[in-house]
């Protein structure tokens, strides 16, 4: 038996049904608490945070939309959301699909739509194509948070050196990203 | 409605993705995103790359914490707040501010008019600006200036802005903006300064400075 995708398991869930959502939680579970771990660094609120993500997941899994964001990414926006809210109080406001004024995508995307699965999978492989300076500056910024000017102060380089070396990495992954699309 | 041309520097979209910006910041990136399915796009590999390098390392969980969770899964969530409706205002703003009519407008200065969003905490003045048709008002800009159109719109010499577009003005790059209202509507824009420009012009002078706190 080939065993289901998180994305599977998201829409199970969504579907109230509690045997995927224990299989979801033994799947995603270690690598949520391994972020927030990183983030808080104290086991007990670790395990705490880890909870509240996924009850979240469980409550919106209707809300997952598999053509905008692979399950793993979204489940990982939950968490981010969750963390900064708990350790640094404070929001992180999102754009909302149900908004009225929300833009929707033009027709055309529609016919671009790769399977997220697929697209996250890709985007893996190109953060490995990265030069190792870029892909240390694009892996702070994701992962420690840290305000430019902190990456800046620690590596003892200029601000605006910092802001353009992630652009930089950043382009280059989407370089790569599109050239994987071309048929 | 057209798509925006003016959008937000990548830079900001990555550290959104990585839950680094301050709330007030986040406030103007949701509302570009809102509008603009282009950022949106570009948000979406941001945030698939900070997942894919940041939830690599697994931490073992609690042995008792998937009983303790499955018992809650029925627990009753609090409700959502109701889902407010507005003609011009996008929710990132809406949620903070409250319909546009109704809004306690303060005059800031001749053709302007702000409010305060009362609730993004990071102490960084956050306003609805609302500049009048026609208003010509040049100012310079002394700390970092972000911001959305929501509606109306103005030329200046970095380009024409309409609704949907980001505005991103750094004193170095941007140190003037010879902002012209557009003629045919009141311009709202949601606006975050981290430091108060100051008005150019001999006709203002000192006193202008004090009036102009946009």
């Keep these: 038996m080939t065993k289901p995708s998180l994305s599977d398991l998201l829409k199970r869930a969504a579907e109230r049904d509690r045997e995927a959502f224990r299989l979801l939680y033994a799947a995603i579970g270690p690598r949520v608490k391994g972020f927030v771990l990183a983030r808080c660094r104290e086991e007990g609120l670790a395990e705490e945070i880890t909870q509240e993500v996924l009850l979240t997941v469980w409550r919106r899994a209707d809300r997952y939309d598999a053509g905008r964001a692979s399950a793993e990414t979204w489940i990982f926006t939950i968490a981010r959301n969750r963390v900064v809210d708990s350790l640094r109080h404070r929001r992180v406001v999102e754009a909302d699909q149900r908004d009225p004024q929300f833009v929707p995508d033009p027709p055309e995307s529609l016919d671009a739509v790769v399977d997220a699965q697929k697209r996250a999978e890709r985007i893996g492989a190109a953060l490995d194509e990265l030069p190792e300076a870029q892909r240390e500056v694009l892996v702070q910024s994701f992962y420690e948070a840290l305000s430019y000017p902190e990456i800046a102060e620690r590596e003892g380089v200029a601000l605006g050196t910092v802001k353009s070396r992630a652009r930089l990495a950043f382009q280059r992954l989407r370089a790569i990203l599109a050239g994987e699309d071309e048929p | 409605m057209t798509a925006p041309t003016h959008h937000l520097p990548e ?11 301050t709330e007030a910041q986040c406030v103007v990136v949701a509302t570009h995103l809102t509008l603009c399915p282009a950022c949106r796009q570009t948000l979406a590999i941001a945030e698939e790359a900070a997942a894919s390098t940041l939830m ?23 409700p959502e707040p109701p889902a407010p409706v507005d003609a011009v205002l996008p929710w990132p ?3 903070f501010t409250g319909p546009l009519a109704g809004q306690p407008w303060k005059w800031l200065g001749p053709g302007v008019h702000g409010v305060d969003l009362p609730q993004p905490t990071d102490g960084l003045p956050l306003r609805l600006i609302r500049m009048r048709a026609g208003a010509r008002m040049p100012h310079r800009h002394e700390g970092f200036e972000s911001g959305v159109v929501l509606a109306g719109g103005w030329d200046d010499e970095y380009g024409t802005y309409r609704r949907g577009d980001a505005t991103v003005y750094a004193p170095d790059t941007h140190p003037t903006h010879d902002q012209r209202i557009h003629d045919d509507a009141d311009c709202i824009a949601i606006v975050l300064n981290e430091s ?15 009036l102009f706190r946009i």
């Design chain 2, 11 to 21: 830079d900001w979209l990555i550290a959104y993705a990585g839950g680094g910006l």
């Design chain 2, 56 to 78: 690599r390392a697994e931490a073992p969980l609690d042995p008792a914490g998937l009983d303790a969770l499955m018992a809650r899964l029925d627990e009753p969530e609090a």
């Design chain 2, 93 to 95: 703003v809406l949620r």
């Design chain 2, 196 to 210: 108060r420009a100051v008005v150019e012009g001999r006709l203002f002078g000192p006193l202008a400075r004090l």
